[in-house]
């Protein structure tokens, strides 16, 4: 498999990197971690200027088109920088669920304002509907603009303009909320077949990007802790000269080289007939190497890895809230290997 990268490809890193280094250095970032939930961040205004919130919208639509692979390219660029915008869940799984139906005034409404980040919309993974009303819980749905749901067998979108919000932070700094908002505005975008390989595609889009989020995150963290170890002195060098340790950090980079080329992999395969095996394989891959690089690079700074004042404390809590969002790896692996 070809992992080169096109000069489309190269150019959203590049500036995503660019990004990254010049916008989202950790006190910009806790900031942001520690701010009203029920504000959208103010760097998705520059998302949209470098085209991000565009990447998965078609054409017609007024958007790049772009595939997923690129996607999650980005995700993880931006990954390094602790990502608490709405990319993943606005502009990776919501527009891939309305890429792939029908065109309608509705959808092509929708798509045309995400990808000029005029509006975001997220998700309702587990949507509850009785007596006229949804509720449910979503990242970043204390500042978004409508919801997307599964109401039976159908897909739906629903402005949250009079909806009432419960909005908080979670541990890891990301924004989440409780919402509930009438029906009375709901529009149905797909039923059947459609709707359900929509919401597919969202659930797939959304596990995707929080997998290459964190190979990202967690190549920070690796870059960090082998800082550190080249700082840190003892016994008069480097701690990071002596070889049992350089041995660890060896292990670590071969872990998030392995997530990163399953994740890449997994991307590329995701239409054909393995591609739901080589999702579940990234999600086994990078639970093993989040757990061991969060762990060992907290051990490897000593005490002050757990302290506040850190990056590395607030990065790792990150690594394990991905764990957490990607769900229970166990039944992954088994879904891996009943599929051999």
């Known amino acids: 498999m070809d992992f080169s990268l096109s000069e489309d490809q190269s150019m959203f890193v590049a500036s995503c990197e660019r990004l990254v280094r010049e916008r989202c250095a950790f006190e910009p970032r806790r900031a942001v971690a520690v701010s009203a939930a029920d ?40 990954g390094r920088g602790w990502l608490l915008e709405p990319f993943v869940d606005c ?17 092509d409404a929708a798509l045309g304002t995400m990808a000029a980040g005029a509006s975001i919309v997220v998700p309702l993974i587990e949507a509850r509907v009785a007596a006229g009303t949804v509720r449910g819980t979503a990242p970043h749905a204390g500042y978004a603009d ?5 109401n039976g067998s159908r897909l739906c979108l629903l402005s949250l303009q009079d909806a009432e919000r419960r909005a908080w932070r979670q541990f890891d700094g990301t924004a989440a909320a409780e919402i509930a908002c009438s029906l009375e505005g709901e529009v149905v975008l797909a039923e059947g077949a459609a709707a359900a ?7 797939d889009a959304a596990r995707l990007g929080r997998i290459a989020e964190g190979v990202g995150l967690a190549r920070t963290v690796l870059d960090l802790t082998a800082e550190y170890l080249r700082t840190r002195r003892q016994f008069g060098q480097p701690i990071g000269r ?8 060896a292990d670590l980079a071969i ?9 890449w992999a997994a991307a590329m395969k995701l239409d ?6 080589a999702l579940d394989a990234a999600q086994v891959m990078l639970h ?40 229970d790896v166990d039944t992954a692996l088994a879904r891996f290997a009943a599929a051999a």
């Open 91 to 107: 502009a990776l799984a919501a527009a891939s669920a309305l890429a792939g139906l029908p065109a309608s005034a509705a959808r």
């Open 288 to 327: 093993r190497a989040l757990r061991a690089i969060g762990q060992e690079a907290i051990q490897l700074h000593g005490g002050i890895g757990m302290t506040d004042e850190l990056s590395i404390s607030h990065y790792v809590k990150r690594l394990l809230a991905i764990e957490i969002e990607l769900g």
């Open 242 to 249: 002596f070889q049992a340790l350089a041995h660890r950090m």
């Open 39 to 78: 504000v959208a961040p103010p760097l998705w205004r520059e998302f949209a200027g470098l085209g991000l919130t565009a990447l998965a919208v078609p054409e017609e639509a007024g958007g790049l088109g772009r595939p997923l692979i690129d996607g999650v390219l980005v995700a993880q660029s931006l």
């Open 146 to 150: 409508a919801v997307l749901f599964a």
């Open 197 to 203: 390989a929509a919401w597919a595609a969202a659930r």
């Open 255 to 263: 872990r998030h080289e392995q997530a990163q080329s399953l994740a």
């Open 272 to 277: 054909a007939a393995d591609g739901a095996r």
